[in-house]
């Protein structure tokens, strides 16, 4: 087989990218080692920045998003039992919109489905080949049958796990990595959420975070330690510790039930340089990780593969490396204030081993400085409703 673009991952990074280079004219293949319906069953993040929701729009896959999703204007956060209100919209002039990332993907599915292009699921040890010349190529097994896809570019798309950043000679990356020393227990319920904008909490037993997919599915979160199992939290022990971590006018609101998925997250910062390796370039999870605090893992996958997606359109269009050449220091460039923003708004409402004491009142200070601030305020808000591209 013979393609352009070469595209490993069928998350909504690959997806994505895959349904730009479409609208460009620029023939792609993604390739995705696991089934559809694995795919389609991962549990991820629900808010979108606006830049995210314009290339879903430029792509014709938000007809959905625009029905379903919920518009949100501002957050709460919570602390020493009372709740402030942040205004995202009045300093920005922006939103962010509610809507699953299981429902991205699923859109770009479809999108990618009615419009014949190919995606091989299932497809067995993939391999991103010879990316160091000029004729790339992905081999990858399928049906017990080796094949070969002969590209001009690679496009790494395969999460923090996946083979396309591990394929890389060790001496050619350098990775920046912080570990948080805690966890996310986090539940999905058929319940209406407790506030029509998100709650982010910080108490003395730990953090809080109450979200949601629609009106009548909710997604609760708090902080545990990185020992703790799934076992050792049923239904009825997690709505206890979250009614405990919220102020009383939402914790006597919360209306709770079976949990229909809970998982246990660890987090961590992590960001690999550069994001160019000759002809394979890496975007979204395979590049970076965030912790979830501050809403932007799939938002900075949508701007890497902007950046991608223009300076290959730029490549086969005006004949330019130019923007391919920069991809890696423009993509890198927001990917680190991305970065600094979420370890800011995890430092801020965690409870760290040594938030006692000290710790413990400068994140006070700093919550109410922010909350009493318009600079402080518009700063979060800018941050939170996504920096431009």
């Known amino acids: 087989m013979r393609t352009k673009v070469a595209i490993i991952g069928a998350g909504p990074a690959g997806l994505l990218l895959g349904q730009l280079l479409h609208a460009y004219g620029i023939d792609n293949i993604i390739l995705e080692r696991r089934d559809r319906g694995y795919v389609l069953a991962r549990i991820r993040a629900g808010v979108l920045e606006q830049g995210t929701v314009d290339l879903l729009d430029q792509v014709g896959v938000a007809a959905r998003l625009h029905r379903e999703g919920l518009i949100h204007e501002g957050i709460e ?61 992905v081999s990858y097994a399928k049906d017990g049958t080796t094949h070969n896809i002969e590209c001009d570019f690679i496009a790494g798309c395969d999460g923090s796990h996946g083979v396309s950043r591990a394929s890389v000679n060790p001496s050619a990356i350098q990775t920046f990595e912080r570990v948080y020393p805690f966890g996310w227990l986090g539940i999905l319920s058929e319940t209406p959420p407790v506030s029509p904008e998100l709650i982010y909490s910080n108490h003395a037993r ?129 990917v ?22 000290f710790g413990a009142k400068i994140q006070l200070a700093e919550l109410n400085y922010l909350v009493n601030s318009k600079a402080a305020a518009a700063a979060l808000s800018e941050n939170y409703v996504g920096l431009p591209y």
């Open 336 to 357: 680190w204030k991305a970065v600094r923003f979420s370890w800011w708004m995890t430092s801020m409402l965690h409870r760290f081993p040594d938030t006692e004491g």
């Open 77 to 137: 956060l919570a602390f020493a039992g009372s709740r402030h209100r942040i205004d995202l919209k009045e300093p920005t002039g922006k939103t962010v919109t509610i809507y699953g990332q299981t429902e991205v993907t699923r859109d770009l599915m479809e999108a990618r489905d009615k419009a014949g292009l190919v995606t091989v699921y299932e497809a067995a040890d993939v391999q991103p080949l010879d990316f160091d010349t000029d004729r790339p190529r």
């Open 206 to 334: 730990g953090f809080a975070l109450c979200t949601m997919r629609s009106m009548r599915r909710s997604r609760y979160y708090v902080q545990c330690s990185l020992d703790d199992h799934i076992d050792q939290w049923p239904d009825d022990r997690f709505w206890d510790e979250l009614k405990l971590r919220l102020d009383q006018e939402a914790a006597d609101k919360l209306v709770t039930g079976p949990s229909i998925e809970k998982s246990i997250a660890p987090l961590r910062s992590f960001v690999a340089e550069p994001m160019r390796f000759g002809r394979m370039f890496l975007a979204g999870d395979a590049a970076h990780i965030v912790p979830p605090t501050g809403a932007k893992g799939l938002n900075l996958a949508a701007s890497d593969v902007h950046y991608l997606s223009q300076g290959l359109r730029e490549f086969y269009d005006e004949k330019s490396s130019a923007a391919i050449d920069g991809y890696s220091e423009k993509a890198l460039a927001r």
